[in-house]
């Protein structure tokens, strides 16, 4: 579709700026990089690009579509609470570390059923708690990042006895994952019809959320902290149909569309504010914590990569069409139906697309940020891991 050229700079702008926090982390490197023999464990927190499985054991979950197909049709052939077509990006996190997949808390297993780490995310969590969004009319799944975080809690002295000492043995020892947080935060307010100025208001107060998470974790001895970065809003198709139904058109139209991805700048300049202000709150946890490595993973570069050259990375040509929906048009989206509804199917091959639902991502555009992750091409300071060779 033809697209009107928009200016790249803030992208640009942040990644100078990341590359400069780099040079100054050059010194510190040696123990900020993470190496895979290091971790017995992984404990992942987040949102649905990182929930195994916990929504769907929520009464929130009851309905979702990732109770069933083609939720988890490519790799499980069965629906596992994943949103997508297969595994996401901590699995192949996990598989780089020659561990098994996270298994997600609430199916409490017991201690013995997390040796190898837990999986706090939620699909629909936020940043912010529920309260927040109560106040302001809007929304949301009742469980917040702090959530996650007293779960943690509960579960650490059932591993180590309650003895503080192999507390911090195990948390030493393990790579805690903070997924991108924040997304639902910005999307609940954007899709009830709230402005986007509104929105951008919430940023102070979500990297405040995630900065007291960190610091508890280095609190409790955590010693590598992954934390992931705000994904590129205006390159998700549900978005991007939400702004043509409103503005009534797809293309052009007073700089709304950047030129080398088809992304709205407007959404994305949101999320670049986002990731500026985190980054920010990082370098400032890393000065307060120097025995501690708090590395930035950038996932909104993993994802603009592909988005401007999706064939280099395997995809075909439209990497803003959803694999699965029902809507047709330039973004294969119906907002009024969501994968798995009746009306919406499945494309026949995932593996070509970088949307899986409108939001969320294939297994093989997971597969591909996962590895720009573990190889260190999408972090500060980057990371060493092992990438396992299984498929």
């Given amino acids: 579709m033809p697209r009107k050229h928009t200016s790249m700079a803030p992208a640009v702008i942040l ?123 809007l929304r949301s799944v009742p469980v917040s990042l702090a959530t996650e975080m007293g779960w943690f809690k509960e579960l650490l002295p059932l591993l180590a006895s309650s003895c503080p000492q192999e507390q911090r043995k195990i948390t030493a020892s393990s790579l805690f994952f903070v997924g991108e947080m924040g997304g639902n935060d910005y999307l609940n307010a ?27 974790l280095v609190g409790v001895g955590a010693k590598t902290v992954l934390v992931q970065g705000m994904l590129p809003i205006g390159c998700e198709p549900r978005v991007l149909e939400l702004f043509k139904l409103k503005h009534g058109r797809s293309t052009g139209g007073d700089g709304d569309y950047d ?52 064939r280099r990375y395997g ?3 439209e990497p803003l069409f ?8 330039p973004y294969n989206v119906r907002l009024a139906a969501r994968c798995g509804d009746e009306g919406t199917a499945a494309c026949g091959e995932p593996s070509e697309y970088v949307s899986w639902d409108g939001i969320h991502y294939t297994e093989a555009a997971n597969r591909v940020i996962a590895r720009g992750i573990v190889e260190g091409r999408y972090t500060v300071p980057p990371i060493s891991l092992s990438v396992s060779s299984s498929d």
């Fill in 15 to 137: 990644r100078v700026t990341a590359l400069l926090r780099f040079i100054l982390l050059v010194a510190g490197a040696a123990t900020a990089t993470a190496t895979a023999a290091r971790f017995s464990r992984v404990f992942s927190f987040g949102d649905s690009l990182t929930d195994t499985g916990n929504l769907v054991l929520l009464p929130a979950g009851r309905d979702v579509p990732e109770r069933r197909l083609p939720y988890g049709q490519t790799f499980f052939h069965r629906a596992t609470g994943r949103a997508s077509d297969g595994r996401i990006a901590i699995d192949f996190i996990a598989e780089a570390l020659e561990l098994p997949r996270l298994k997600p808390y609430l199916a409490g297993e017991g201690a013995d059923g997390f040796r190898h780490g837990a999986n706090f995310a939620v699909g629909g969590a936020t940043a912010r708690d529920a309260g927040f969004f109560q106040r302001r009319g």
């Fill in 190 to 216: 954007i899709f009830q019809n709230r402005t986007l100025d509104e929105a951008k208001t919430f940023v102070p107060g979500i990297i405040d959320a995630i900065r007291s998470s960190l610091t508890e």
């Fill in 259 to 310: 030129a080398d991805t088809g992304c709205l700048t407007s959404f994305n300049e949101l999320a670049e504010q986002h990731n500026r202000v985190l980054t920010a709150a990082l370098d400032e946890l890393r000065r307060a914590h120097p025995g501690t490595a708090i590395v930035y993973a950038d996932l909104y570069r993993a994802v603009t990569d592909i988005a401007v050259s999706p």
């Fill in 315 to 317: 995809f075909g040509g």
């Fill in 322 to 329: 959803a694999c699965c929906g029902g809507g047709g048009g």
